[in-house]
Each structure stands twice: as C-alpha cells, then as structure tokens.
C-alpha cells in the first residue's frame, strides 16, 4: 500500500508542476470520468468528490481525469519500484536456514 501511495504522491507533484507551467502539458486528459454534478444531484461512487473516489484521491492520488505525464509517471515509478523490490526480495530468500548456534 505504501508504494501506491507513493506513486500518487509523485503524479499529484507532477500534476501540481504542470499547474505551475513549469512542466509542459502532452495531452491534458487522458479520460475525464468526473461528470458534472447537479449541485444537490446525487455524485457518482468514483468521482473525486464521491464515497470511494475521495478516500482513493487521498490514499493513491487518482485523479478522475488525469494529463498523460500523470498517469506514465504513476505507471513508471509503479514498475521501477516493483522491479526493485523483487529484486531485493529475491537476493535475500526468507527460507533460508537460521544460523545455527554455537553448542557448547
């Protein structure tokens, strides 16, 4: 869960770039699945203002309608990360024996 949430944090700072101006915009929305809402019409469950797309906007950073930097950003850091850790997961084998004691 921490490497997700991790991989939000770095689009949500690319996002916040590319507000600046400082970061060009490709393609500004990948897919926009945040309709317009009625101001006292129910909101959709995955909308970044509804019941599980807030908790998911805070925890992972999703973004209803991301920029394609947002979301290769998220799926890059998402591989690399993973790539190293079972990388690292595989150098250290938790099977292995413990090291026996010395009897004496």
Same mark, same amino acid.
């Given at each position: &869960?921490? &490497?997700?949430? #991790? #991989?939000? *944090?770095? #689009?949500? $700072?690319?996002? !916040?770039? =590319? !507000?600046?101006?400082?970061?060009?915009?490709? &393609?500004?929305? +990948?897919?926009? &699945?945040?309709?317009? +809402? /009625?101001a006292e019409g129910p909101i959709?469950?995955?909308?970044? =203002? $509804?019941?599980? $797309?807030?908790?998911?906007?805070? *925890?992972?950073?999703?973004?209803?309608?991301?920029?394609?930097?947002?979301?290769?950003?998220?799926?890059?850091? *998402?591989? #690399?990360?993973?790539? /190293?850790?079972?990388?690292?997961d595989r150098r250290h084998p938790?099977? =292995?024996?413990?090291?026996?004691?010395?009897?004496?």
């Open positions: &869960i921490l &490497i997700l949430f #991790a #991989a939000g *944090l770095v #689009a949500h $700072g690319l996002h !916040e770039l =590319q !507000e600046a101006g400082l970061i060009p915009v490709v &393609i500004e929305h +990948v897919w926009d &699945i945040n309709p317009q +809402v /009625a959709p469950l995955f909308h970044e =203002q $509804g019941h599980l $797309g807030s908790i998911f906007k805070g *925890l992972f950073g999703y973004n209803g309608n991301p920029s394609l930097l947002e979301v290769l950003f998220y799926v890059l850091y *998402l591989a #690399a990360v993973s790539l /190293a850790w079972f990388r690292i938790r099977w =292995q024996k413990p090291l026996s004691r010395p009897h004496y």
